[in-house]
C-alpha cells in the first residue's frame, strides 16, 4: 500500500465533506504512470507516443503485473539508434487498489484568529502551521500545493482503477464526480429517463453535461474537446489525516 498527495480544488472539497464524491479523473502523464512497470526513459517525450491507437487491457500482463493499462506505440528507434522501429509499451497507473491519497487543498490564513483554515469551508486547521511569509504566500493564502502531509483532513482509500478516454464517463461516474445535481431539475432522481437528457426534459444539462463544465473549468475550455486518456479513480472518503486513518 503506498500514500500519495492529490490536490483538489475547493468546490471539489465541499464535495468530498458532503459525500457526494467518490471519483476523480487525472489527466495521464508521465509522473502518474509507468512506463513496462518501471521509470519512464529519460530519453522518451510524452508526446512522442501514439496515444491516438492506445488501447487499454484490463491485465494481467505477461509478467504478472495488474491492469488495467495501455497499450502505447513508441518510437525506440528515433530515441536509441536512429532507426524507424516502432514498439508497443505498458503504461500503467502508479495507483493501485488499497493505496491512500491524502487530500491537498488551499489553506488561508486569518490574521484576526491568528490561525490557518480551510479555503473551502472555513473550518480551522487542527495542526496549525508557521506564521506565513508574505513572499511564500501573498494575501495569506496557500495554494494546495504547499499544503503539508500534517495539514490534511481527508484521506481517501482507492477502490478502484481504470484508464479511459474522458468523454468515456457515464452519467453515473458523473454523478459520482460531485457534480451538483440541484442543476440538474434540483434532484437526483434520474431513473426512467433516457441518457442526454435531465428528468425528461432535453433542454436541461445532464450529469455528463454539468462534468464537461466543471473539467473545463479546471483544465480550460478547450479541454473536453481534446478528449485525452485520463486515470478514473474510485475510493472511499475518510475524515481525519491519513496517520490516524491508518492508525
Given at each position: 500500500?503506498?500514500?500519495?498527495?492529490?490536490?483538489?480544488?475547493?468546490?471539489?472539497?465541499?464535495?468530498?465533506?458532503?459525500?457526494?464524491?467518490?471519483?476523480?479523473?487525472?489527466?495521464?502523464?508521465?509522473?502518474?504512470?509507468?512506463?513496462?512497470?518501471?521509470?519512464?526513459?529519460?530519453?522518451?517525450?510524452?508526446?512522442?507516443?501514439?496515444?491516438?491507437?492506445?488501447?487499454?487491457?484490463?491485465?494481467?500482463?505477461?509478467?504478472?503485473?495488474?491492469?488495467?493499462?495501455?497499450?502505447?506505440?513508441?518510437?525506440?528507434?528515433?530515441?536509441?539508434?536512429?532507426?524507424?522501429?516502432?514498439?508497443?509499451?505498458?503504461?500503467?497507473?502508479?495507483?493501485?487498489?488499497?493505496?491512500?491519497?491524502?487530500?491537498?487543498?488551499?489553506?488561508?490564513?486569518?490574521?484576526?484568529?491568528?490561525?490557518?483554515?480551510?479555503?473551502?469551508?472555513?473550518a480551522i486547521v487542527e495542526n496549525q502551521l508557521e506564521t506565513p511569509s508574505p513572499l511564500r504566500c501573498p494575501?495569506?493564502?496557500?495554494?494546495?500545493?504547499?499544503?503539508?502531509?500534517?495539514?490534511?483532513?481527508?484521506?481517501?482509500?482507492?477502490?478502484?482503477?481504470?484508464?479511459?478516454?474522458?468523454?468515456?464517463?457515464?452519467?453515473?461516474?458523473?454523478?459520482?464526480?460531485?457534480?451538483?445535481?440541484?442543476?440538474?431539475?434540483?434532484?437526483?432522481?434520474?431513473?426512467?429517463?433516457?441518457?442526454?437528457?435531465?428528468?425528461?426534459?432535453?433542454?436541461?444539462?445532464?450529469?455528463?453535461?454539468?462534468?464537461?463544465?466543471?473539467?473545463?473549468?479546471?483544465?480550460?475550455?478547450?479541454?473536453?474537446d481534446a478528449n485525452p486518456w485520463v486515470i478514473a479513480l474510485t475510493f472511499d472518503v475518510h475524515h481525519g489525516n491519513i496517520d490516524?486513518?491508518?492508525?
Amino acid at each position: 500500500m503506498t500514500d500519495f498527495p492529490l490536490p483538489f480544488t475547493a468546490p471539489m472539497v465541499r464535495a468530498l465533506l458532503d459525500g457526494r464524491k467518490t471519483q476523480t479523473r487525472r489527466l495521464l502523464k508521465k509522473t502518474n504512470t509507468q512506463f513496462n512497470g518501471h521509470a519512464w526513459p529519460k530519453e522518451l517525450i510524452f508526446g512522442d507516443c501514439d496515444w491516438a491507437s492506445a488501447y487499454v487491457d484490463d491485465g494481467p500482463s505477461p509478467a504478472g503485473n495488474i491492469g488495467p493499462y495501455l497499450h502505447v506505440k513508441w518510437p525506440y528507434g528515433k530515441i536509441f539508434d536512429q532507426s524507424d522501429e516502432i514498439l508497443t509499451a505498458r503504461v500503467y497507473p502508479k495507483y493501485q487498489i488499497g493505496d491512500q491519497l491524502w487530500v491537498k487543498e488551499t489553506l488561508k490564513y486569518e490574521s484576526h484568529i491568528s490561525k490557518w483554515v480551510y479555503a473551502a469551508d472555513g473550518a480551522i486547521v487542527e495542526n496549525q502551521l508557521e506564521t506565513p511569509s508574505p513572499l511564500r504566500c501573498p494575501y495569506g493564502v496557500a495554494p494546495s500545493t504547499f499544503m503539508p502531509k500534517s495539514a490534511s483532513r481527508l484521506t481517501l482509500t482507492i477502490t478502484g482503477v481504470k484508464i479511459e478516454r474522458l468523454q468515456d464517463i457515464s452519467e453515473a461516474d458523473a454523478i459520482a464526480e460531485g457534480v451538483e445535481l440541484e442543476r440538474c431539475c434540483g434532484s437526483p432522481h434520474r431513473e426512467g429517463f433516457p441518457s442526454g437528457s435531465c428528468c425528461g426534459q432535453p433542454d436541461m444539462t445532464d450529469p455528463v453535461e454539468e462534468y464537461r463544465t466543471l473539467w473545463n473549468s479546471i483544465n480550460g475550455p478547450d479541454a473536453w474537446d481534446a478528449n485525452p486518456w485520463v486515470i478514473a479513480l474510485t475510493f472511499d472518503v475518510h475524515h481525519g489525516n491519513i496517520d490516524g486513518v491508518r492508525a
